[in-house]
């Protein structure tokens, strides 16, 4: 069942000891965002205004319905954002890690959130005040360039994802989600042994499958050594394998003739 909705805009009092930790001019994650344009005096304006905070697993950052009132930065951990269905199931629709903003949709057109943001793994989340975010964007043309930029690759890959789940194999999608999750929602580099801790029905509603059709899936995967499972993680052991899954539809998973 979908989670009641509370109308606090900030989920934790779990509040660093200063908003200027970590600082805006410094920050690792700011290279990847999309406020790497910044002169230094809006990074200073930035840290005296914003707040940080931090999230454990599962801790929701906002829900569907709560009014956008500042921008949200991820600087550590992995997001997911999710919609309530018909049934008030959960409905996964993006995983978002270091560098990633959220929220800005919904408070640039002035609209409660669409959907609920919701911490998958102990995650700093800066929050950013929607009266500084516009002063920012009045005051830094290329923020503003940067977020139009933003947008359309989230309108690209949107525009992707419908193609995918229409045009590839359930195997070839297990396969491409599995290496997203590891290379993009957890920040890991490419090659690397990474551990996936979201919900299987989580990867199973990405993949746009069953979580039966994802078991099946996976245990080939396994069977076949490119990863290995636990009852609370599964981790890629070998990547080359798993990216030419995603190539090669004859890869031999054979579990497409059950439905999708």
């Not at 947008?151 to 290496?179: D, F, G, K, N, Y």
């Not at 801790?197 to 746009?208: G, H, M, N, P, S």
Request: charged share 25%; glycine share 6%.
């Amino acid at each position: 069942m979908q989670r009641p909705i509370r109308r606090d805009f900030i989920r934790t009092p779990e509040k660093t000891a200063s908003t200027r930790e970590p600082s805006c001019a410094t920050c690792c994650a700011r290279n990847e965002g999309a406020f790497c344009s910044i002169a230094p005096m809006q990074a200073r304006m930035l840290d005296s205004e914003k707040s940080v905070h931090n999230f454990r697993r599962s801790q929701l950052i906002f829900s569907e319905g709560d009014p956008a009132e500042g921008l949200h930065c991820i600087y550590r951990g992995a997001v997911k954002l999710y919609k309530a269905g018909v049934r008030d199931e959960e409905q996964v629709i993006r995983i978002l890690g270091p560098g990633d903003i959220i929220g800005y949709r919904a408070l640039f057109a002035r609209e409660p959130y669409a959907a609920t943001a919701e911490a998958i793994e102990p995650c700093t989340v800066c929050v950013i005040p929607k009266a500084t975010v516009f002063a920012m964007l009045q005051a830094c043309p290329e923020a503003s360039l940067q977020l139009l930029a933003l947008l359309s690759r989230e309108l690209r890959i949107s525009e992707e994802q419908m193609l995918i789940r229409t045009q590839e194999s359930v195997r070839q999608r297990t396969a491409r989600v599995l290496l997203w999750l590891a290379e993009r929602g957890g920040g890991a580099q490419a090659g690397t042994l990474r551990a996936i801790v979201l919900k299987r029905r989580d990867i199973a509603q990405l993949v746009a499958t069953t979580p039966e059709t994802l078991s099946r899936c996976l245990r080939v995967l396994v069977e076949k050594r490119v990863v290995t499972l636990t009852r609370s993680e599964i981790r890629i052991a070998d990547v080359p394998n798993l990216r030419a899954l995603v190539r090669n539809p004859g890869f031999g998973v054979d579990v497409d003739q059950v439905s999708s």
